[in-house]
């Protein structure tokens, strides 16, 4: 039973993340992180992950089936600050699912003649929607499915490109290259995505203990190795010069190989990839807007449940048009040029956020929730590295388009958060 769990429990923290765009990103990283400095900055952000999943895991153990961010930051720093947060990362997880759908439809458009590759995304997309409808366990079971068979697949198209590879150590990075590694690490925590969606689907609370940050931390490993060796299999087939500008790189490496279905395995990885990731986007941000419905600060309507499994219908419907929304929007050259950095800052201000949440609620002496081996001393340094790199990437001169729709996306999420603040402030005096 808990190993089942434990299975479950990684295999929803690694769907998130093991995407088609961390793919773009992770290539995103090679100007910065060219060689072995690649396995550097995958060491640093698994270690920031790690301390960030074991806070997610002592914090969900205070509030079990709550709504993970929302829950940390409401208790931590009130109700307008945490529904900010919250909005902040919904926006986060809907622009990912936008690159994914679009990233996906260029793969299938060169693989796939006509309108084939649009109709069959449509059929897939389709699919996952009326699979989360049908019921959350199926949705799970699917899940880890998915997220087994595209680390399989990758790891294959690995050791293909591996396998034939001249035998050439990778390079060295020069000694001067620091300033680039810290700009490489935030790109790299973004590998990492969603691995704390895992504290939502714990269904017993003594896996709080040792289940649940196991699995977490099993996952930061697994992916670091995953993303380094497929980084790595890139490295040994293409020059520095060209990676960071691949959008589709496990395409790309299935063309060089010149082996027989190498081009159909790499299809195979981007469509797993995105079935995995849509559908535990689908299904945990669908449960955010949920949630806050049911707390009244969302118009009741993402509250309403249908069918015998009492599913959040409209809440699902309204992430999955708001990613079809955003999906054509990543075909303009600014939005593209600016996603890593975009992204980047996303994660590291909301880990930011639950690693202070974590060290104002470890303070209280209520006792409530179970302790991980964790100590402030270790939390500090990796809250100030995650603040500095990521604000010291928006300060990048070539992030002027990012730090235009993130002002675009505070503007928003303020004005609505001003207005349900308004809405509430009404109702009381009334």
Not at 21 to 49: D, E, I, K, Q, Y
Not at 178 to 183: A, V
Request: hydrophobic share 60%; glycine share 8%.
């Amino acid at each position: 039973m808990a190993l089942f769990e434990g299975v479950k429990l990684a295999a929803v923290a690694a769907g998130m993340a093991i995407t088609i765009s961390c793919n773009t990103v992770l290539v995103s990283l090679f100007p910065h992180a060219p060689g072995r400095a690649l396995f550097t900055a995958l060491a640093l952000a698994g270690l920031c992950m790690a301390v960030v999943v074991l806070c997610f895991a002592e914090l969900a153990s205070r509030f079990p089936g709550a709504i993970g961010i929302r829950a940390f930051t409401k208790a931590a720093f009130g109700n307008r600050f945490s529904l900010a947060v919250t909005l902040f990362y919904v926006a986060m997880v809907m622009l990912i699912g936008g690159l994914e759908v679009y990233l996906c439809h260029l793969m299938l458009a060169r693989v796939l003649p006509g309108a084939a590759g649009g109709a069959v995304l449509a059929m897939l997309l389709a699919a996952i929607v009326w699979v989360n409808l049908a019921g959350h366990e199926l949705s799970l079971r699917l899940q880890v499915a998915m997220t087994l068979a595209v680390a399989v697949t990758m790891l294959t198209l690995a050791w293909l490109a591996l396998h034939n590879a001249a035998a050439t150590p990778l390079p060295i990075v020069a000694a001067g290259a620091g300033g680039s590694l810290l700009e490489a690490v935030p790109r790299a925590l973004f590998l990492f995505i969603g691995i704390e969606w895992a504290v939502m689907h714990v269904g017993r609370h003594a896996a709080f203990r040792r289940t649940l940050p196991l699995a977490m931390i099993g996952s930061v490993v697994a992916i670091a190795l995953l993303y380094g060796t497929f980084g790595a299999a890139l490295q040994a087939r293409f020059g520095p010069g060209t990676l960071g500008s691949m959008a589709l790189p496990h395409l790309e490496l299935a063309r060089v190989l010149n082996a027989p279905g190498a081009i159909w395995l790499a299809t195979a990885v981007g469509l797993l990839a995105v079935l995995s990731s849509f559908n535990v986007g689908l299904s945990g941000a669908a449960r955010i807007l949920y949630s806050l419905a049911r707390e009244r600060e969302l118009p009741a309507w993402f509250a309403q449940l249908h069918g015998p499994r009492l599913v959040p219908r409209n809440a699902m419907l309204f992430i999955s048009c708001g990613v079809l929304v955003m999906a054509p929007l990543m075909a303009l050259p600014a939005l593209a040029e600016s996603l890593s950095m975009l992204f980047s800052f996303h994660l590291a201000m909301v880990y930011a956020c639950v690693l202070l949440a974590w060290l104002r609620m470890r303070r209280r002496p209520d006792g409530r929730g179970v302790h991980q081996p964790l100590h402030p001393l270790l939390v500090w340094p990796v809250l100030a590295f995650l603040a500095t790199t990521g604000i010291g990437v928006m300060a990048e001169p070539q992030a002027a388009a990012a730090r235009m729709i993130l002002l675009g996306e505070c503007l928003a999420i303020g004005a609505i958060s001003a207005y349900l603040f308004r809405s509430a402030l009404v109702h009381t005096e009334g």
